[in-house]
């Protein structure tokens, strides 16, 4: 027990009084700054390569055959959900990205995709936690196991993760 | 009149760019360094670590900050969660030896609250300067640390204790 001149709260008091602030070090901002500066380029940089990679396929498949690439014969559509993976490699990931779908779109199989924005605006039942949806692509292809064997090979699944629902229609 | 928490957050999320961020930064890392400073005992290279990391988790996700806190205590979450992981276990473990916390044997009678605070375990720490020093309730504690409410009010005591054993207080009193 504390001694009638040391009231119980003298810590407590002492304590309050306590810079509640302190300067932090100048480099924090400096690094914060440089990796927003690199998020905004890999951004910039996904939404070109995937546009480059339509436009350029939209081109050859008008010129050889119609204005939009021929569906598959017994073609369904996914689409590939792109979940997590880390925010490294900008450039490099999306170089690969847009490589990929001009492959597949060479394999005869209609690609779009979009890289989705970090804001999230949540309407009705919030879900816990889940991980950030990056982007989707929408692919054509002739079953199930080849829209996921196309999904293995997307260079998203290295280290992020790759859903495929096919696309429910009428 | 400056910009309000809100009305800087919305700028932020609407552009990204580096002076919205900046803005933003400037108005909350010194208490979030602080924070961490102290919960890291004084190691400010730890300290400065945790607040870098604090931020990066926290600039994806502040698009789905709802206001049901204040900023600055949701941005603050974030730097306890880095603090916890910098030390590799849990910032909270609980102490129960009373004597743990004997004053120093030192004849410097100008250690102050933060050289002490410095010396305390990390148990004691924690607590102590969320609820002191931050003004979390226990309630909060209990949640941000993941323990009962009860061991919070019980190991404060005890901390306040162990700071008090490390104090001078003839020199604390000179300064209140």
Redesign the interface.
């Known amino acids: 027990m504390?001694a009638p001149h040391?009231p119980e709260d003298?810590?407590?008091?002492?304590?309050?009084?306590?810079?509640?602030?302190?300067?932090?070090?100048l480099?924090?901002?400096s690094?914060?700054?440089r990796?927003?500066?690199r998020?905004?380029a890999a951004a910039t940089v996904w939404r070109i390569a995937v546009a480059a990679s339509m436009v350029m396929a939209a081109f050859t498949a008008g010129r050889l055959t119609a204005p939009r690439p021929a569906p598959l014969a017994s073609g369904q559509k996914f689409a590939f959900l792109l979940y997590g993976g880390g925010s490294a490699g900008g450039d490099d990931r999306a170089a690969a990205y847009g490589a990929w779908a001009v492959d597949a779109r060479r394999g005869g199989r209609a690609v779009s995709g979009e890289r989705l924005a970090?804001?999230?605006?949540?309407a009705g039942v919030e879900l816990s936690d889940p991980a950030?949806l990056r982007g989707f692509f929408i692919v054509q292809a002739t079953s199930s196991a080849e829209a996921l064997e196309l999904a293995r090979r997307h260079p998203h699944a290295r280290d992020g993760t790759v859903i495929v629902r096919p696309i429910d229609t009428p | 009149m400056p910009p309000t928490d809100s009305e800087l957050l919305e700028a932020f999320v609407g552009d990204r760019s580096e002076r919205s961020f900046l803005a933003l930064y400037d108005r909350h890392a010194g208490a979030m360094y602080a924070l961490a400073y102290r919960l890291m005992g004084g190691r400010d290279a730890d300290a400065a670590d945790a607040l870098q990391e604090a931020w990066t988790r926290a600039l994806p996700r502040l698009t789905q900050f709802r206001g049901d806190s204040a900023l600055r205590t949701w941005l603050c979450g974030f730097v306890v969660n880095c603090c916890r992981e910098r030390f590799r276990g849990p910032l909270f473990e609980p102490i129960l030896d009373l004597d743990v916390g004997e004053r120093p044997h030192s004849t410097d009678h100008t250690i102050d609250i933060d050289r002490a605070l410095a010396t305390l375990p990390p148990g004691y720490r924690a607590i102590v300067v969320l609820h002191d020093v931050e003004g979390y309730t226990h309630r909060e504690i209990a949640t941000l640390l993941g323990i009962d409410e009860g061991t919070s009010k019980s190991q404060l005591s005890r901390g306040r204790g162990a700071l008090r054993r490390r104090l001078d207080w003839r020199a604390l009193k000179v300064r209140l």
Do not use: G, Q
């Open positions: 504390p040391e003298d810590v407590a008091v002492a304590l309050r009084r306590v810079p509640r602030e302190m300067t932090p070090p480099h924090v901002a690094a914060l700054s990796s927003l500066a998020r905004r970090d804001a999230a605006f949540v950030p």
